[in-house]
């Protein structure tokens, strides 16, 4: 895969050595025909074919390929994002590893890479990518966003900047990235807009990530082997208020509630909720909405029931954020400090 030497006269600066670990997804998927864009099996081809299938990334960088798992990103548990990130981080660790991109599925790139942006210890460019047709359909966007990424890897720029997250010609800080579609191209969203866009094969960004990331982090991956159980509960209308109890007794320490509008909480919920608290779980307030900053002691009475806001925190994020705090702290206030941080 190595490119050929340059020729007499041309400039020799060598290229970055680039390692693109092969998890699954869509950008994996293959479907029955051209036409299938939103039918088809995901996580079937391997990250050597995708890589062999863009050349052109040649030009930009040294490829090699890793094959760490072949799964659809909605079957990630704890044990398989620890696995993932430690073997980054080991990379990342390589004076012969200039920078990591990961082939991910999409529908949990935003947790797994907002995982790696808090856990990770380097400043090398991690980017993650997915695709939302499979490599099998016409307009199949796994090539380009493959290509870009390798792009926004091999640049300085991306250096320092946290884990990236390159779909649809835009540069997403993981902290922010969520999928705000089902079957769209353009699904992946930025609360506070991407951090720039990547165009004929350059990276322009725009902005920085404000919230601490990587090596600035109190977190670091090399020493999580576990991470502590946190559950959500999604609030409708007609809820059964047995329910908080009953996930509150499988053995989480905290529970993320992922309320309606601010996080508020239904009258014949809030009993059960202080129940939740009672047993000793950290009660986390999200709102379910995907967005806004969730007040606290606003519309619920959280210093009375010893509960604690998610700030902005999506509750998927809240979820691994929260899980992370865990590993340093049981006192709900610095957890909520924590939220309010990253
Ligand atoms: N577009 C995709 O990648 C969806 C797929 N279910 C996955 O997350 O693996």
């Known amino acids: 895969q190595e490119a050929a030497a340059p020729a007499a006269g041309q400039a020799t600066t060598a290229k970055p050595n680039i390692v693109i670990i092969g998890t699954g997804g869509t950008i994996a998927g293959a479907g029955a025909s051209t036409v299938n864009t939103g039918d088809y099996d995901s996580a079937k081809v391997a990250v050597d074919k995708i890589i062999a299938a863009v050349p052109e990334m040649k030009q930009v960088a040294n490829i090699r390929g890793e094959q760490i798992f072949q799964i659809g990103s909605e079957s ?7 696995k993932l990130a430690k073997r980054i981080s080991e990379l990342a660790k390589q004076p012969d590893v200039d920078a990591v991109m990961v082939t991910h599925g999409t529908d949990t790139i935003e947790e797994t890479s907002y995982l790696l942006n808090l856990t990770l210890k380097t400043d090398k460019p991690v980017v993650i990518i997915g695709a939302m047709r499979p490599g099998t359909a016409l307009s199949a966007d796994g090539p380009l966003n493959l290509y870009n990424a390798a792009v926004v890897a091999a640049s300085k720029e991306a250096k320092g900047k946290g884990v990236l997250v390159v779909m649809n010609d ?132 959280d210093d009375e029931n010893d509960w604690i806001v998610a700030a902005d925190q999506t509750p998927q994020k809240a979820r691994l954020l929260t899980s992370l705090a865990l590993t340093k702290t049981q006192d709900p206030k610095a957890i909520e400090a924590i939220l309010y941080k990253y």
């Open 170 to 301: 835009e540069i997403h800080s993981a902290r922010d990235v969520t999928k705000s579609n089902a079957l769209k191209v353009e699904t992946f969203r930025s609360l506070y807009g991407p951090l720039g866009v990547v165009v004929e094969s350059k990276p322009y960004f725009y902005r920085l990530p404000a919230r601490p990331h990587t090596m600035a982090t109190e977190f670091d991956i090399d020493q999580i082997t576990a991470l502590p159980k946190v559950d959500v509960f999604y609030a409708h209308t007609s809820m059964d208020p047995k329910i908080l109890g009953a996930i509150a007794d499988l053995g989480g320490k905290a529970l993320i509630y992922g309320g309606t509008g601010n996080a508020s909480v239904a009258d014949y919920m809030e009993d059960p909720l202080k129940e939740v608290r009672k047993k000793g779980l950290i009660v986390v307030r999200a709102t379910r909405t995907g967005s806004g900053q969730v007040v606290r002691n606003g519309e619920e009475k």
């Open 76 to 82: 990630y548990n704890d044990e398989r994002m620890l």
